[in-house]
């Protein structure tokens, strides 16, 4: 294994009960969600690419990558979490929520070059509006307390940062690079966005 080595995974296993569909398969522009965010770990440099999902719910994508079922089933996003670090074969793992359209490849590149410098376990995006804790790079070594987590009913991937302070990607309150696709709306608004600012 390279000194510091990084995969990236999408967490695709959410019910999108506010989209009212499944957000993975929607498509902006010519390619689906899930493809549009593997493209931008890709395009980071990161070759081993994983999508988390429920059990037997395998999202199409022709890109190579991993399916990870998520260990815990039907318990969110740290579950999804401890699934693709006990996966993986890198130290890092840059996770990249499926909805975070807005988030370039740059911006992955930093937090992987602040995997590397920093003594923390999390690297996150942060603003003046809070933590994004689905657009981070997370330790390998973090995967059995992750599972532990879940376990316990503790399922707010924050209950990693009770042990684990994050270091933080600070982005100004309305980065482009923040705006989540959850609802119909939000993908309306997403959709001219991107046109103008040609961001995704």
Same mark, same amino acid.
């Given at each position: 294994?390279?000194?510091? @080595?990084?995969?990236g995974a999408?967490?695709?296993?959410?019910? @999108?009960?506010?989209?009212?569909? $499944?957000?993975?398969? %929607?498509r902006?522009?010519?390619?689906?969600?899930?493809?549009?965010?593997?493209?931008? %770990?890709?395009?980071?440099?990161?070759?081993? %690419?994983?999508?988390? &999902?429920?059990?037997g719910?395998?999202?199409?994508?022709?890109? $190579?990558?991993?399916?990870?079922? $998520?260990?815990?089933?039907?318990?969110?996003? %740290?579950?999804?979490?401890?699934?693709?670090?006990?996966?993986?074969?890198? #130290?890092? &793992?840059?996770?990249?929520?499926?909805?975070?359209?807005?988030? @370039?490849?740059?911006?992955?590149?930093? +937090?992987?070059?602040?995997?590397?410098?920093?003594?923390?376990?999390?690297?996150?995006?942060?603003?003046?509006?809070?933590?994004?804790?689905?657009?981070? *790079?997370?330790?390998?070594?973090?995967?059995?307390?992750? +599972?532990?987590?879940?376990?316990?009913?503790?399922? *707010?991937?924050?209950? +990693?940062? #009770?042990?684990?302070?994050?270091? +933080?990607?600070?982005?100004?309150?309305?980065?482009?690079?923040?705006?989540?696709?959850?609802?119909?709306e $939000?993908? *309306?608004?997403?959709?001219?966005?991107?046109?103008?600012?040609?961001?995704?």
């Amino acid at each position: 294994m390279e000194k510091t @080595s990084f995969s990236g995974a999408v967490p695709a296993g959410g019910k @999108s009960k506010r989209m009212g569909r $499944d957000k993975a398969s %929607l498509r902006i522009g010519d390619r689906s969600f899930l493809e549009v965010q593997l493209n931008k %770990l890709r395009a980071a440099g990161i070759r081993e %690419l994983m999508v988390s &999902c429920a059990k037997g719910k395998r999202p199409e994508t022709a890109m $190579d990558v991993k399916i990870v079922e $998520d260990i815990v089933p039907d318990k969110g996003p %740290l579950a999804a979490i401890a699934s693709v670090l006990s996966e993986t074969e890198a #130290e890092w &793992c840059v996770v990249l929520s499926v909805d975070a359209l807005g988030v @370039s490849p740059e911006t992955i590149r930093k +937090l992987m070059d602040a995997a590397k410098n920093s003594s923390a376990d999390i690297v996150i995006l942060s603003s003046p509006a809070g933590l994004q804790p689905l657009i981070g *790079a997370y330790k390998k070594t973090l995967a059995e307390e992750a +599972l532990a987590l879940v376990n316990d009913g503790k399922l *707010a991937v924050r209950a +990693l940062f #009770e042990n684990h302070t994050p270091a +933080l990607i600070e982005l100004p309150e309305y980065s482009p690079e923040l705006f989540n696709c959850n609802t119909p709306e $939000d993908l *309306a608004k997403f959709a001219a966005l991107a046109e103008k600012r040609k961001i995704y």
